[in-house]
């Protein structure tokens, strides 16, 4: 059974740095095929993709975000890292970690997500 | 980057209708849209994978069909438990990019 779960601060100032952390287990992200993306959804808004991170080490980022994301991963501890820089209360959203299984970039498993709010 | 558009935003319905979400696409995403279902305060649910193939344990009652860069979500008899917001994603190319929602509310 696969499961993510994310974790990491509830609220961040302007202009700092979010990590989050998703913790995963049922799965290694050495398996071919597999990956680990992070999607955010602000209040009352849709779903955006932000970051998605391959078994085979390849990253791929939303362009538009790209100068502030960074997606890195502990194999060893079946954890995979979010950074989002120069945080702005735009960015106050609920993050979710999922799971890509298969050959294409569909998301069959979600973590609940942590909501994260940016304010002085 | 694909766009995908949903239509409608939001609808209202009785238990036992049949409801029809569409999903347009700005080019060809030759069958590569899923679907999800959201209900408030949690995380999406995968229902649908590329165009047609249901998860499992996902009933019956939801249906997904279309080709290019127009799709459908269909929900026969619709049941309480599917009163949620459902969206779509493409997944041929990268970023893998969403719908913006469907709201399925009780009417």
């Known amino acids: 059974q696969i499961t993510l779960k994310e974790s990491g601060p509830t609220l961040v100032k302007p202009t700092q740095t979010l990590t989050l952390t998703c913790t995963f287990s049922?799965?290694?992200?050495?398996?071919?095929?597999?990956?680990v993306a992070w999607i955010r959804q602000s209040p009352g808004k849709a779903l955006e993709w932000l970051a998605l991170?391959?078994?085979?080490?390849?990253?791929r980022y939303l362009s538009s975000l790209r100068s502030r994301l960074a997606i890195s991963e502990d194999t060893s501890k079946n954890q995979v890292f979010l950074t989002l820089s120069n945080m702005d209360p735009a960015d106050t959203a609920t993050y979710f970690c999922?799971?890509?299984?298969?050959?294409?970039?569909?998301?069959?498993?979600w973590g609940p997500g942590t909501m994260v709010t940016v304010s002085s | 980057d694909i766009q995908m558009t949903q239509s409608p935003s939001s609808l209202s319905a009785s238990v036992g209708d049949t409801v029809t979400i569409t999903c347009r696409a700005s080019?060809?995403?030759?069958?590569?849209l899923n679907w999800y279902q959201q209900k408030s305060g949690t995380a999406p649910k995968f229902l649908i994978h590329?165009?047609?193939t249901l998860q499992t344990g996902v009933p019956s009652r939801f249906t997904g069909s279309g080709s290019g860069s127009d799709y459908t979500l269909t929900i026969s008899s619709l049941q309480p438990d599917d009163f949620a917001t459902y969206y779509c994603?493409?997944?041929?190319?990268?970023?893998?990019?969403f719908g913006g929602g469907t709201k399925v509310e009780i009417k």
């Open positions: 999922a799971h890509r299984g298969g050959d294409d970039d569909a998301f069959d498993v």
């Open positions: 049922g799965f290694s992200l050495s398996t071919s095929g597999t990956g």
């Open positions: 991170g391959y078994w085979d080490g390849d990253k």
């Open positions: 080019r060809s995403i030759s069958g590569y």
């Open positions: 590329t165009t047609s």
């Open positions: 994603q493409q997944s041929y190319s990268s970023p893998p990019t």
